[in-house]
């Protein structure tokens, strides 16, 4: 399995949450505007052989401040379990982050990216399962196209800004929101 995590969704979804009275948990990770995550986002959900968790977002800053974020970005760990209670392998996350010249604009650079690392993996045959972490609704036609191509689907998001129509069409859905949240 491979995890494409849409950073930029996950992270402006669960600064929203904030900003509504969510409490984050306190092991959460943030980096404001780029970058949000737990550690448990994929231990509880997933018991299977992790290849790559790449971390997909968008950030405003000096080469400096993109050489620090990426370094920070690839020290955190996530770890994986094969079954119920057994602790199996470890690796640390793969960043991918793409300039934006102001914060406000918007940009499809991380939705194209991920699409083109998923499809291109899925259709050599390096991996069987996709677990994509985004609430996006335009992810449908590569989840649909990967579920074409005989792999599986899993998707993690938070519930603010959830398309609706993900969770019924993937393998298995994970709402992160208590994995991020008190």
Same mark, same amino acid.
């Given at each position: 399995?491979?995890?494409?995590?849409?950073?930029?969704?996950?992270?402006?979804?669960?600064?929203?949450?904030?900003?509504?009275?969510?409490?984050?948990?306190?092991?959460?990770?943030?980096?404001?505007?780029?970058?949000?995550?737990?550690?448990?986002?994929?231990?509880?959900?997933?018991?299977?052989?992790?290849?790559?968790?790449?971390?997909?977002?968008?950030?405003?800053?000096?080469? #400096?401040?993109?050489?620090?974020?990426?370094?920070?970005?690839?020290?955190?760990?996530?770890?994986?379990? #094969?079954?119920?209670?057994?602790?199996?392998?470890?690796?640390?996350?793969?960043?991918?982050?793409?300039?934006?010249?102001?914060?406000?604009?918007?940009?499809?650079?991380?939705?194209?990216?991920?699409?083109?690392?998923?499809?291109?993996?899925?259709?050599?045959?390096?991996?069987?399962?996709?677990?994509?972490?985004?609430?996006?609704?335009?992810?449908?036609?590569?989840?649909? #196209?990967?579920?074409?191509?005989?792999?599986?689907?899993?998707?993690?998001?938070?519930?603010?800004?959830?398309?609706?129509?993900?969770?019924?069409?993937?393998?298995?859905?994970?709402?992160?929101?208590?994995?991020?949240?008190?």
């Amino acid at each position: 399995m491979m995890v494409f995590v849409d950073g930029e969704n996950l992270t402006m979804r669960f600064q929203d949450m904030v900003k509504k009275g969510r409490t984050p948990r306190p092991e959460v990770k943030l980096i404001p505007d780029i970058f949000v995550w737990q550690p448990q986002t994929i231990v509880e959900a997933l018991r299977v052989e992790i290849v790559r968790v790449t971390y997909y977002s968008y950030a405003v800053g000096t080469e #400096e401040q993109f050489k620090k974020w990426c370094e920070d970005i690839r020290g955190i760990p996530y770890q994986f379990r #094969e079954s119920v209670g057994q602790w199996h392998g470890e690796g640390f996350l793969y960043p991918k982050l793409f300039k934006k010249l102001k914060q406000s604009a918007k940009r499809k650079g991380v939705d194209i990216s991920i699409a083109v690392d998923a499809l291109s993996h899925t259709h050599r045959d390096s991996i069987d399962i996709v677990y994509l972490i985004s609430g996006d609704g335009d992810y449908r036609p590569l989840i649909e #196209e990967i579920i074409r191509s005989g792999k599986q689907v899993y998707l993690g998001a938070l519930s603010d800004g959830l398309n609706s129509d993900l969770p019924n069409i993937v393998d298995k859905f994970f709402n992160l929101d208590n994995v991020y949240f008190r």
